[in-house]
């Protein structure tokens, strides 16, 4: 069964042929899923068989690389990598893997094996034994090439890469193709990425914890150190290589000084070691003021010559022991940062400095243009955090050095769940430039809603700024409009030690979806869901058009109940930035105001009356957004103030599109979870329940969002639903006008987060609210609205007439301690028959700092 090589070398060119000869085992993988790991018998298979069709469950770890599916039996089973290096080397044995097979035996053969094979190499490499291959084809950098050739009586597959990352990027993209299905007999498919920078970025604290972290603690760093144990950390690795990033900054861009202090390169040393084979860059953020903290200088100033020999000094360490270190990340002079800015000097300055250090080394530094005052005075009509980033960087144009990129979030606001392009992309001609996203979802439901990132990424990537022509951002940041020499993305993502990395088992779409649009921007949100669906949940036809069509909607849901119109996420940004708190954006410094009062909403930010925003944009986008009759609705709020009786497009006025708004993304949210039903069976159970969970959840809250959002408008517009639904809940039981034996009215902040304004809590060991059911009798799900804090794991129990009907617990970790718009929850008990005068009674025990809060019970009858 195993053909052991030998090794030569092809002395006319100098290459080196290395194969590694494996074998299909198809009964092995067959026995893979989890509890099947020997097969002795006829006996063990069958029952294996069995286990796995009844209880087939997945963690998600493996995220898409499931390999589950693939079809390989017209496949060859040998794989032959040609050269030395030990990328081109790792994407053979992850095809092997790929295949199903355990590499058999490795070995290095003197020629082209004589029989059908895999052939992964560098162009270099492979040219030579393959001189029919036309060069006009040959990628250029991290692009491939998948080809297939006959050559006497062999067939190959070849994966040649324009260096050694585009051999694992082809290898990927082909075991991809393989998992989906597509007939991959024969390739010619030539891919290049749209840029040269795809970047990843992590915000992880040195002591573990990650900022707007939703899925655990740190893989990197634990207790103020890297981990010993950095198997994760490859686990990651080949995940972002499988989509294509080539770099990953692994710190908190509000970063610790001591990440660049000599004792802590080694262990920086040893996460590039990890990283290296997977063609990963390693880059970190730094503290401006580092020179001091670290360097124990008088001063950080940047165009100081100590300052400057400092920044050499540290980054000639750094490539010392890590030849290929990608470079830096800085966040500089925002949100208290430390910056140029307290010398007297620019963000150029300060780039400079350390841009400087780098380049002879070939490293980047990306600067974030991220920069605002966050005590702005909100009494001033004129004032727009806004305006920040173009006021400040667009005088800087042309002053960069040229391994400076800035780094430009999609929005000028901050990650909102509906922002415009920043008008900053259009405004840097001699300047590189890349965008920055957030995969972690901290606007926009931090991986408990379901919100696919992609389409909302494209609206920005496609966007036309009209600086030079046609040009849309995507064209801009890969450096195309004005020749940039360097340019791309870079992302948040802040996986944790949660085995699935994000939390949500949805939620890696965004990931993954993101590695596709920086490789390829042009791909449709469509295609980019069907094949995350594909490759992770499957190839069936109803699960993949369910999940995408499902993916594809949760933007707008989750826009809909919580900020439509450009309003921007109505969250507590003041808090966590996840449930409602919709005052906590209005007077203050922070500049995310929205300007509601009782006749009308919206920031004004037109030339002729506001605070001149939209003139940073060219010409032809003003036109697109001065006009009040021009501006879209979807951005209507961010870029006028208006009445709540202003006419939208639709024919509604603002104030009842609002009302719909929020009721229609709540129904829809709900919507999701029937949708995701109809998989059952057809998912294994494991990630089927964890999503329903999830949605379930979801669909609870949007209520919360919903209730929360059209209140507070009703009360300060003065204006009714003309539905008649704000205010009126006709199945609705507030816990304050229930029967309380313990449990006492409490009030609740933001006000808007409670039901009728309040909820009650319990003093006490136990207490108890009931009331008399006195509708008609049926079946009925009861849904019971109660906080769900995180400082106390309370208990619930409902019972009808005495009798027990369900006892649930308060332990979910939803990011507060108190009673509002983050940690209202609700639980549905489904289907229970009440008659009429049955009582309904819910006990609670409050544990630790929770008093076992109530807001309400909904009863929502099943009759037709
Ligand atoms: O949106 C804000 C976040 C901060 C973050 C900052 C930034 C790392 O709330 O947590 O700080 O953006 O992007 O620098």
Redesign the pocket.
């Known amino acids: 069964m195993t053909t052991v090589g030998t090794s030569i070398r092809h002395s006319a060119f100098g290459t080196q042929v290395r194969n590694v000869f494996t074998r299909a085992q198809t009964a092995k993988r067959l026995l893979t899923a989890k509890g099947a790991k020997h097969a002795k018998t006829a006996l063990a298979l069958m029952l294996a068989l069995l286990i796995s069709q009844f209880c087939w469950s997945e963690t998600g770890a493996e995220a898409w690389l499931r390999y589950h599916d693939l079809k390989t039996s017209s496949l060859p089973n040998l794989v032959a990598a040609v050269g030395k290096s030990a990328v081109v080397r790792n994407a053979a044995d992850e095809l092997v893997h790929a295949l199903g097979n355990k590499p058999n035996a490795q070995g290095h053969a003197r020629q082209l094996p004589s029989r059908d094979a895999f052939v992964l190499g560098v162009w270099k490499d492979i040219h030579p034994l393959f001189p029919e291959l036309n060069r006009s084809l040959v990628p250029h950098g991290d692009g491939f090439w998948l080809k297939t050739v006959r050559h006497s009586s062999a067939k190959y597959w070849l994966i040649i890469g324009g260096n050694e990352r585009g051999v694992l990027y082809g290898t990927f993209s082909l075991v991809e193709r393989i998992a989906q299905q597509k007939d991959v007999s024969t390739l010619d498919d030539s891919q290049t990425p749209s840029a040269l920078i795809r970047w990843v970025s992590e915000?992880d604290n040195v002591d573990g914890s990650i900022?707007?972290g939703y899925a655990g603690r740190s893989i990197f760093f634990d207790n103020g150190a890297v981990w010993s144990d950095l198997t994760r950390v490859g686990k990651y690795a080949r995940l972002l290589a499988s989509i294509g990033v080539n770099g990953c900054s692994i710190n908190?861009?509000?970063a610790s000084p001591r990440i660049v202090a000599p004792e802590f390169i080694p262990q920086l040393a040893r996460v590039a070691d990890i990283f290296r084979p997977w063609g990963v860059k390693l880059a970190v953020s730094v503290d401006m003021s580092s020179p001091m903290v670290v360097g124990g200088l008088k001063t950080f100033d940047p165009i100081d010559p100590q300052v400057a020999a400092w920044w050499q000094h540290t980054a000639d360490e750094i490539y010392k022991q890590i030849p290929d270190f990608g470079g830096f990340v800085v966040?500089a002079d925002?949100?208290g940062r430390s910056g140029p800015s307290q010398y007297g000097r620019t963000a150029s300055d300060a780039a400079n400095v350390i841009a400087r250090a780098l380049k002879p080394h070939g490293g980047i530094l990306l600067y974030?243009a991220?920069v605002y005052n966050h005590h702005l005075d909100w009494r001033d009509p004129k004032a727009d955090r806004a305006r920040a980033a173009y006021d400040y960087f667009h005088p800087l144009d042309g002053k960069f050095e040229d391994n400076v990129v800035i780094q430009i979030k999609y929005g000028p606001i901050?990650?909102q769940v509906r922002e415009p392009a920043s008008p900053l992309f259009g405004a840097m001609p001699h300047t590189s430039e890349a965008i920055e996203l957030q995969v972690t979802q901290?606007y926009t439901g931090q991986q408990r809603h379901l919100v696919f990132l992609v389409p909302m990424w494209k609206q920005t990537l496609d966007f036309d700024m009209h600086v030079n022509g046609v040009s849309p951002v995507k064209q801009i940041i890969e450096g195309r409009t004005w020749h940039r020499p360097l340019g791309g993305f870079n992302t948040v993502v802040n996986v944790g030690m949660d085995e699935n990395w994000l939390e949500h088992p949805l939620a890696m779409a965004n990931l993954y979806g993101y590695g596709r649009l920086a490789w390829n921007p042009n791909l449709t949100s469509q295609a980019i869901a069907e094949e995350w669906t594909r490759l992770t949940f499957g190839n069936g036809t109803q699960v993949v058009s369910t999940v995408s069509q499902m993916l594809l909607s949760s933007w707008h849901i989750y826009e809909s109940y919580t900020g439509p119109l450009g309003i921007g996420t109505l969250t507590d940004i003041l808090g966590p930035?996840y449930g409602p708190g919709i005052e906590s954006a209005e007077r203050n410094g922070w500049g995310q105001w929205f300007r509601a009062d009782s006749q009308g909403v919206g920031m004004d930010r037109t030339i002729a009356t506001g605070t001149g925003y939209i003139s940073q944009y060219s010409p032809a986008v003003e036109k697109i957004y001065e006009p009040l009759t021009n501006c879209p609705d979807d951005l209507l709020l961010f870029m006028h103030h208006v009445p709540y009786t202003h006419v939208l497009y639709s024919g509604k006025t603002a104030v009842q599109y609002f009302y719909d708004s929020h009721y229609d993304g709540a129904a829809q949210a709900a919507g999701l979870v029937a949708q995701w039903k109809t998989l059952k069976g057809q998912i294994d159970d494991e990630r089927y329940s964890e999503t329903l969970k999830r949605l379930e959840y979801q669909a609870g809250h949007a209520i919360v969002w919903r209730d929360a959002v059209v209140k507070w408008f009703n009360r300060i517009s003065g204006i009714p639903d003309a539905q008649g639904r704000v205010g009126h809940n006709p199945n609705r039981i507030e816990a304050e006008d229930m029967q309380l034996s313990g449990y006492a009215p409490a009030e609740v902040t933001p006000w808007e987060t409670a039901s009728g304004g309040k909820a009650v809590a319990c003093g006490q060991s136990s207490c108890s609210a009931s009331f008399n059911f006195t509708r008609d009798s049926g079946s009925y799900d009861v849904a019971v609205q109660y906080f769900d804090q995180n400082n106390g794991v309370s208990q619930y129990q409902l019972f009808v007439n005495d009798r027990s009907v369900a006892t649930w617990a308060a332990d979910d970790h939803l990011p507060s301690d108190k009673m509002n718009g983050h940690t209202s929850t609700r639980h549905v008990i489904a289907g229970v028959q009440l008659r009429s005068g049955d009582v309904l009674k819910i006990v609670g025990r409050p544990d630790s700092g929770e008093p076992a809060p109530l807001d309400y019970v909904e009863l929502i009858s099943q009759a037709r």
Do not use: P
Request: net charge negative.
């Open positions: 915000w900022e707007r908190n861009v509000n966040k925002s949100e974030r991220f901050d990650f901290e930035h």
